[in-house]
């Protein structure tokens, strides 16, 4: 009986043993998960900088096609994008298609040039302080070799039938934008040979004919004037900077700036109507290796101090991805502009609205467009990101947090911007057309600290203004409301009142003679939170 007791009591023990120890994994667990959410701080002192804040990513942006520039809402979107988010450069495919009627040949084959479509574009985009980041394509079908096009509005891809004509018609064009606008502004454009020649679809000659293209291209725009900036090859997936770099070197031909695109999905290249199924990459450094690689590249060629220009970026090359709609585009828009660094001399995102036709004129409100804003001028998420970038003041702040930026101005302003990025997905087989049309409520990141040391002694406003999980989420308003295919009046001013931009949060504040702030703030995933200190 002693033995049955002893032995009962033992197996008790271990029993009460296995609960003792599962209890304390357990509290250690929650302990690391609380101290995980809870321990983020950033810090920042207002004497130490690290110099002129880099404005690389607001350099340039990207649009559809030239013609679409001919609208006036495509006209008052630009503007008020240009307003609210500064960028200095825009670059849109088409500029030499059949809709902008720039080239033709009498019967007798003499070309015939016309520039009238291509004044009023240009003309209205210097007029808002915007310069044209110039896409030389698609071919004039007068001027095509062949047949072959892209998109509804079809752009003609074939080489040249004539490389003289061509080179003829650059150097005209150049010579006229000489004329028009003076050689002093047209030196500080940027002239790009084509577009993503390394695919099919956008290119239907070899690598060797690209570079013939490119050659008799960069020989015109030199000819008028040899400080004119021209470069290339405006590749997809990164690809043929060194191959660019070498033919040039080897032909004595003139590049000022390489150009290529990224983007941050798994799998292809081009696919206008999204029915490939896109899923973003896994991979923390989508978009950015690729241009911190781009950069090596030209640093390790015979011309490593040209630019580099990444003409095309987002998180997916579909125009009907609908993360490009979603709350975490913000997040993800910040994540890869901070991991690029100084790699680039431009990150262009792709594009500023969604008037954008090259799967032919949409039919709903949101359907996954790249644009900063949609068809109908509501803000997104990721314009958000750009006009919170674009608030920044001209000094950075030294900081060691990787997801965050304090700046000042000659005001005496301070700026801190800072947020989340958790990657999410509906698990194996589901895609961004599946999953980013969901609810996808925003889980708990604990709270940040964030402090500013040094600061001058008076009185400040503090604003606080968040991008994240319905916090300027058009798209979950427009949820809420049904997805109404068409948007009434009233449906569209209450998705853009509620998603308006203004601070969540508004007060005084004094700093006193220990120049200190601190403030603690909830975070989500995949919120972005901007903190400005205006001094009064």
Known sequence: MSIILSLFNFKLFKIKAKSLLFLLISIIALSNSIEAQTNRVISVDYTKSSGKLNTMFKECIGAGRANE????????????????????YIRMHGLLTDEMAVYKEDNKGKPEYNYMYVDALYDYLLSIGIKPFVELGFMP??????????????????????????EALIKNLTAHFTDRYGAEEVKTW??????????????????????KLYASAAKAIKSVNKNYKVGGPATAGAAWIPETLEFCHKNNVPIDFASTH???????????????????????????????????????????????????????????????????????????????????????????TDIFEEAGPRFTPFHGGFGLLNTQGINKPAFYSYQFLNRLGEIELTNTDTRSWAAKNSKGDVQLLFWDFTYTDGG??????????????????????????????????????????????AYATYMELGKPTQLTRKQLTEIKSKNDGKPFSNETITINDDGKFSREIDLRENDVIMVNLVKI
């Open 428 to 473: 194996e087989g589901v895609n961004n057309q599946q999953y980013y049309i969901r609810d996808l409520p925003a889980k708990d990141k604990g709270k940040t600290t964030v402090s500013v040391t040094g600061m001058p002694k008076g009185k400040y406003r503090m604003e606080l203004y968040k991008i994240g999980y319905k916090a300027n989420d």
């Open 141 to 166: 079908s007068a001027l095509a070799s062949g047949d072959k096009t892209i998109f509804w509005w079809r752009g003609n891809v074939t080489p040249p039938k004539d490389y003289a004509k061509w």
């Open 262 to 352: 990224s983007y941050g999905v798994n799998q292809g290249f081009l696919d206008e109507f999204g029915n490939s199924g896109t899923v973003l990459s896994k991979d923390p450094m989508a978009v950015s290796s690729d241009v911190i690689s781009s950069r090596k590249q030209i640093q390790s060629s015979t011309n490593p101090n040209i630019e580099l220009h990444y003409t095309e970026w987002s998180s997916s090359y579909t125009p009907a991805d609908p993360m490009h709609d979603s709350y975490h585009q913000a997040a993800y828009i910040l994540e890869k502009l901070k991991q690029v660094g100084t790699a680039p001399n431009s990150m262009s995102y792709w594009v500023f």
């Open 69 to 88: 520039g001919l609208r006036a809402d495509w006209q008052q979107q630009l503007a008020y994008v240009k307003k609210e988010c500064d960028f200095k």
């Open 190 to 211: 940027y002239f790009e040979v084509w577009n993503e020649p390394n695919l099919d679809g956008f290119w239907a000659g070899t690598q060797d004919e690209y570079f």
